[in-house]
């Protein structure tokens, strides 16, 4: 094993602050649509918008990132070892004797799997939350600009792509959170997003 | 130490002078706000027999007012929608409360703003029967009562003859000396008794409202804004706005300003409020769509007086064990059953309807031809819709009725029920001979047939004003089964009848799907692990 520093500073911070935005607007939205009832709709609706708020300047910062640090290249995806990964998660891992067979260092953070989920996340399930989330906001005055009104948009098709969204976000979290515990402990991928170190198996 | 001791010595040596110079200056007269005092007036002084001679002594002054009474709809009793031509007002429709004026003057027209209108005779072009006092009154001693045909009694009256019972005369001349603007007591001695009783007809207009405290009125409080009626319905030349027969559904005006005039109704929350009176946005979004009433009157007849929600003219009659006719009370001492009115239900603190209304009120009038079927009779039927651009969502109070109609001519009937006669209804209790003195005076035609139908009555909900805390809070509408659960044709954040089952089942579905498969992942990883230790 060999400790190699993948994950920088604002990169954790992007990463957990995300993920406390991500968590508060999941519940607090599933509320506002009327799945349960925790915090109080109108409490869930004004935590959900403050929240949707912090959560866009988190991302115009973390895509300025991304492009200056040149680190959107981490989500070009590929198909090198992607069935061999999949073949790993599938089988492998419960072989002691398997290794996974994707190596990573500072400049291939992810395995192909990743790679792939991560671009999904990140062209189609956060525009689309976006979008919908600044139409919903907007809607009253969409009217104005022509693009809402009596024959326009209408909310309910915006709620449907808001609520789609945030189910595929739901899913995605699930699935996530579940890979976070794959590494050699479980608790060891979950450790290098803290710290930014992360234990490389050397090759044998 | 010394300093503060001199300090104070000489602060009380400043109380003390001021004292002595403020109390040796005259004190400043009560600035008043007419410049009027009617008390100083010779027509006044002296003594009147009857409510006409007070109005000529007022016309001696207020030459022009009769003629401004002339043109409104508290004279008149009557109003043509100009976008229905419906012929409407007091003096036309038949409602589902006492039903209907015409037969019925001498008890109705007490609340008529005249003197004498006791049959179909009536003259409206007479000006000394305006009466100035009903609502200019500042005494509170001033009564029209019930089967004077709108007159005030000036000397102690046996009523009705031969009963034993006495009405005390008043004195006109206190009051006539008296006279001031409109109270919310004038104008409540009327409106607060719609349908013929405290509370009845409205359910947001009651005698609570004549000193209400915040709770019950924010705009009204006596020891807040302390608002009479005429501040909200402002009156221009006795031109009273604000009318029932033709609301102001929706109002996108700005708040007025001087100088910028051309508002239709000064009366409405808009015209002092604008259109975007909260700090936070997303509560202004909702007044495209939302009356201000939806919100802010979270339920009517909450100054602990009940209002009728509904009577049924059917049960009537029915006489008690002695024979005669009977009252039935509820434990709050209300009527439930009257033999001559048949059953009521009443009720506090009640949650309002909610509709879509753009403004046009649909009269079913007599003539119209109705039919008993699966759907009530609509009495007056607030129109419209989520997409005909000019309806917002109302509170209403939805009154239910079944009452006499003309089973043949398929007609709402005029039903003859006050009076000291042998066809009167609350007199005789029969159905027959009553409806047909009151298709008679009508010169309305009549089978002869009674029956009873079921009808509904719609009532706007705009006064009884809460609070901003007391307002209606968001998940009361947002959410399932919610006040506004019946709204069509708006998608409604969390009502989940919006929803698309499609998503919100496969959503949950794949959700649960992946999180067990995950678990049984590592529930293999797990078991892997144990067994390979």
Same mark, same amino acid.
């Given at each position: 094993?060999?400790?190699?520093?993948?994950?920088?500073?604002?990169?954790?911070?992007?990463?957990?602050?995300?993920? &406390?935005?991500?968590?508060?607007?999941?519940?607090?939205? #599933?509320?506002?649509?009327?799945?349960?009832?925790?915090?109080?709709?109108?409490? &869930?609706?004004?935590?959900?918008?403050? &929240?949707?708020?912090?959560?866009?300047?988190?991302?115009?910062?973390?895509?300025?990132?991304?492009?200056?640090?040149?680190?959107?290249?981490?989500?070009?995806?590929?198909?090198?070892?992607?069935?061999?990964?999949?073949?790993?998660?599938?089988?492998?891992? #419960?072989?002691?004797?398997?290794?996974?067979?994707?190596?990573?260092?500072?400049?291939?953070?992810?395995?192909?799997?990743?790679?792939?989920?991560?671009?999904?996340?990140?062209? #189609?399930?956060?525009?689309?939350?976006?979008?919908?989330?600044?139409?919903?906001?907007?809607?009253?005055?969409?009217?104005?600009?022509?693009?809402?009104?009596?024959?326009?948009?209408?909310?309910?098709?915006?709620?449907?792509?808001?609520?789609?969204?945030?189910?595929?976000?739901?899913? #995605?979290?699930?699935?996530?959170?579940?890979?976070?515990?794959?590494?050699?402990?479980?608790?060891?991928?979950?450790?290098?997003?803290?710290?930014?170190?992360?234990?490389?198996?050397?090759?044998? | 130490?010394?300093?503060?001791?001199?300090?104070?010595?000489?602060?009380?040596?400043?109380?003390?002078?001021?004292?002595?110079?403020?109390?040796?200056?005259?004190?400043?007269?009560?600035?008043?706000?007419?410049?009027?005092?009617?008390?100083?007036? *010779?027509?006044?002084?002296?003594?009147?027999?009857?409510?006409?001679?007070?109005?000529? /002594?007022?016309?001696?002054?207020?030459?022009?007012?009769?003629?401004?009474?002339?043109?409104?709809?508290?004279?008149?009793?009557?109003?043509?929608?100009?976008?229905?031509?419906?012929?409407?007002?007091?003096?036309?429709?038949?409602?589902?409360?006492?039903?209907?004026?015409?037969?019925?003057?001498?008890?109705?027209?007490?609340?008529?703003?005249?003197? =004498?209108?006791?049959?179909?005779?009536?003259?409206?072009?007479?000006?000394?029967?305006?009466?100035?006092?009903?609502?200019?009154?500042?005494?509170?001693?001033?009564?029209?009562?019930?089967?004077?045909?709108?007159?005030?009694?000036?000397?102690?009256?046996?009523?009705?003859?031969?009963? $034993?019972?006495?009405?005390?005369?008043?004195?006109?001349?206190?009051?006539?000396?008296?006279?001031?603007?409109? %109270?919310?007591?004038?104008? =409540?001695?009327?409106?607060?008794?719609? =349908?013929?009783?405290? $509370?009845?007809?409205?359910?947001?207009?009651?005698?609570?409202?004549?000193?209400?405290?915040?709770? !019950?009125?924010?705009?009204?409080?006596?020891?807040?804004?302390?608002?009479?009626?005429?501040?909200?319905?402002?009156?221009?030349?006795?031109?009273?706005?604000?009318?029932? @027969?033709?609301?102001?559904?929706?109002?996108?005006?700005?708040?007025?300003? +001087?100088?910028?005039?051309?508002?239709?109704?000064?009366?409405?929350?808009?015209?002092?409020?604008?259109?975007?009176?909260?700090?936070?946005?997303? %509560?202004?979004?909702?007044?495209?769509?939302?009356?201000?009433?939806?919100?802010?009157?979270?339920?009517?007849?909450?100054?602990?007086?009940?209002?009728?929600?509904?009577?049924?003219?059917?049960? /009537?009659?029915?006489?008690?064990?002695?024979? *005669?006719?009977?009252?039935?009370?509820?434990?709050?001492? @209300?009527?439930?059953?009257?033999?001559?009115?048949?059953?009521?239900?009443?009720?506090?603190?009640?949650?309002?309807? @909610?509709?879509?209304?753009?403004?046009?009120?649909?009269?079913?009038?007599?003539?119209? *031809?109705?039919?008993?079927?699966?759907?009530?009779?609509?009495?007056?039927?607030?129109?419209?819709?989520?997409?005909?651009?000019?309806?917002?969502?109302?509170?209403?109070?939805?009154?239910?009725?079944?009452?006499? @109609?003309?089973?043949?001519?398929?007609?709402?009937?005029?039903?003859? !029920?006050?009076?000291?006669?042998?066809?009167?209804?609350?007199?005789?209790?029969?159905?027959?001979?009553?409806?047909?003195? $009151?298709?008679?005076?009508?010169?309305?035609?009549?089978?002869?047939?009674?029956?009873?139908?079921?009808?509904?009555?719609?009532?706007?909900?705009?006064?009884?004003? /809460?609070?901003?805390?007391?307002?209606?809070?968001?998940?009361?509408?947002?959410? =399932?089964?919610?006040?506004?659960?019946?709204?069509?044709?708006?998608?409604?954040?969390?009502?989940?009848?919006?929803?698309?089952?499609?998503?919100?089942?496969?959503?949950?579905?794949?959700?649960?799907?992946?999180?067990? /498969?995950? !678990?049984?992942?590592?529930?293999? +990883?797990?078991?892997?692990?144990? +067994?390979?230790?």
């Amino acid at each position: 094993m060999s400790r190699t520093y993948i994950f920088k500073r604002f990169e954790r911070f992007w990463h957990w602050s995300q993920a &406390a935005l991500i968590i508060t607007m999941l519940v607090t939205g #599933f509320e506002v649509h009327g799945s349960y009832t925790a915090f109080g709709w109108q409490q &869930a609706a004004n935590v959900h918008t403050t &929240a949707a708020w912090a959560l866009i300047v988190l991302w115009a910062f973390a895509i300025f990132w991304h492009f200056t640090t040149g680190e959107w290249k981490q989500y070009i995806p590929t198909t090198e070892k992607i069935v061999a990964v999949m073949r790993y998660y599938a089988f492998g891992i #419960f072989d002691p004797n398997a290794h996974h067979p994707f190596r990573t260092t500072t400049l291939t953070k992810h395995n192909p799997l990743q790679r792939l989920a991560y671009l999904f996340v990140k062209l #189609f399930i956060n525009p689309l939350v976006w979008i919908s989330g600044l139409l919903y906001l907007y809607y009253h005055d969409l009217g104005a600009y022509g693009v809402g009104g009596q024959s326009g948009l209408q909310l309910g098709t915006i709620a449907l792509a808001h609520t789609l969204a945030a189910f595929l976000m739901l899913i #995605f979290l699930i699935v996530h959170v579940y890979f976070a515990t794959t590494g050699h402990t479980p608790l060891a991928h979950i450790k290098a997003m803290l710290t930014g170190w992360e234990d490389i198996e050397q090759e044998s | 130490m010394r300093f503060t001791n001199l300090l104070a010595a000489a602060m009380v040596a400043m109380l003390f002078t001021s004292a002595s110079s403020a109390s040796a200056q005259q004190a400043p007269s009560k600035l008043l706000n007419s410049t009027a005092n009617h008390s100083k007036f *010779k027509a006044l002084d002296r003594e009147f027999d009857s409510g006409p001679e007070v109005t000529r /002594a007022c016309l001696s002054c207020h030459t022009e007012a009769a003629k401004q009474i002339h043109l409104t709809q508290h004279w008149k009793w009557e109003f043509v929608n100009p976008d229905t031509k419906q012929v409407l007002g007091k003096k036309h429709i038949v409602n589902n409360f006492c039903t209907s004026v015409a037969s019925n003057e001498a008890g109705c027209n007490s609340c008529h703003i005249g003197y =004498g209108w006791k049959d179909d005779k009536f003259d409206f072009t007479s000006e000394e029967n305006v009466d100035c006092l009903v609502c200019h009154d500042a005494t509170g001693k001033y009564k029209k009562p019930s089967g004077f045909a709108g007159l005030p009694v000036t000397k102690d009256t046996e009523f009705p003859p031969g009963s $034993g019972k006495v009405i005390k005369g008043i004195n006109l001349r206190d009051i006539a000396r008296k006279v001031g603007p409109t %109270l919310r007591t004038t104008c =409540g001695a009327c409106h607060f008794n719609g =349908g013929g009783g405290d $509370g009845v007809k409205h359910g947001d207009l009651d005698s609570s409202l004549e000193a209400p405290g915040k709770e !019950l009125d924010v705009h009204m409080d006596v020891k807040g804004n302390n608002f009479t009626c005429a501040t909200c319905h402002k009156t221009d030349g006795h031109q009273v706005p604000g009318s029932r @027969y033709a609301p102001t559904a929706m109002d996108k005006g700005a708040a007025q300003v +001087r100088g910028k005039g051309g508002r239709i109704n000064p009366a409405t929350c808009q015209s002092c409020h604008g259109q975007g009176p909260h700090k936070q946005a997303k %509560l202004n979004d909702h007044t495209g769509k939302l009356a201000c009433q939806t919100c802010h009157i979270p339920a009517f007849a909450r100054g602990g007086q009940p209002t009728k929600m509904a009577w049924d003219w059917s049960t /009537a009659g029915k006489l008690g064990p002695d024979g *005669k006719p009977m009252t039935i009370k509820n434990e709050d001492g @209300y009527d439930t059953y009257m033999s001559i009115k048949g059953d009521f239900v009443w009720k506090e603190n009640v949650k309002p309807e @909610y509709i879509w209304f753009n403004g046009t009120v649909k009269y079913t009038l007599m003539g119209d *031809k109705i039919e008993k079927g699966d759907k009530p009779t609509q009495i007056n039927h607030f129109e419209g819709s989520a997409s005909d651009g000019k309806s917002m969502i109302w509170p209403i109070k939805m009154f239910r009725g079944k009452q006499a @109609y003309d089973p043949v001519n398929k007609s709402l009937v005029i039903t003859h !029920l006050a009076g000291n006669d042998d066809t009167a209804y609350w007199k005789n209790m029969k159905w027959e001979p009553a409806v047909a003195a $009151g298709m008679a005076a009508a010169h309305a035609k009549f089978s002869g047939k009674v029956d009873f139908i079921e009808t509904e009555s719609m009532w706007p909900i705009t006064h009884m004003v /809460a609070p901003k805390g007391k307002a209606v809070g968001c998940v009361e509408c947002h959410s =399932g089964n919610g006040r506004l659960e019946k709204i069509d044709g708006i998608y409604i954040p969390g009502r989940g009848s919006d929803h698309a089952a499609w998503l919100d089942l496969g959503g949950w579905a794949i959700a649960a799907l992946g999180l067990l /498969a995950v !678990l049984g992942h590592g529930l293999g +990883r797990f078991i892997a692990y144990r +067994r390979n230790r």
